[in-house]
């Protein structure tokens, strides 16, 4: 069973940035598509960001409007997300997950999921 241990939540003003980390230690992240969502307070779990290596895959909502992008580093089995001029409508929690293959956006394609962390941003 594969494990996401997330990291960089936290509080932001509107404008700044920040990044997410997501780790699968022992597995290389390179081999699975890994995907981003969030979910807003009293909202569903939405789809923002996939990405796969094997296939040179990465892919974003819509809505992000361009302001963040996905990484990943198979050194570090690690997936990143950059968040960058926040605003206020994007306080969530950020969740990370794995699944057999980008694009994917239904919840139901992913097998694992990170712990999920809080980003807060003030506006």
């Known amino acids: 069973e594969m494990q996401l241990v997330q990291s960089g939540g936290g509080l932001v003003q509107a404008g700044g940035s920040r990044r997410r980390s997501c780790a699968a230690p022992?597995?290389?992240?390179?081999?699975?598509?890994i995907g981003w969502f969030l979910q807003a307070p009293g909202k569903e779990r939405l789809a923002i960001s996939c990405i796969e290596r094997a296939d040179d895959i990465t892919v974003y909502a819509d809505f992000l409007k361009g302001r963040f992008t996905i990484t990943s580093d198979n050194a570090k089995n690690a997936v990143y997300l950059q968040m960058t001029n926040l605003e206020p409508e994007d306080t969530a929690v950020y969740y990370c997950a794995v699944t057999g293959w980008c694009p994917q956006k239904a919840t139901v394609a992913f097998d694992y999921w990170g712990q999920g962390t809080q980003v807060t941003v003030s506006s």
């Open positions: 022992g597995f290389i992240v390179g081999n699975y598509g």
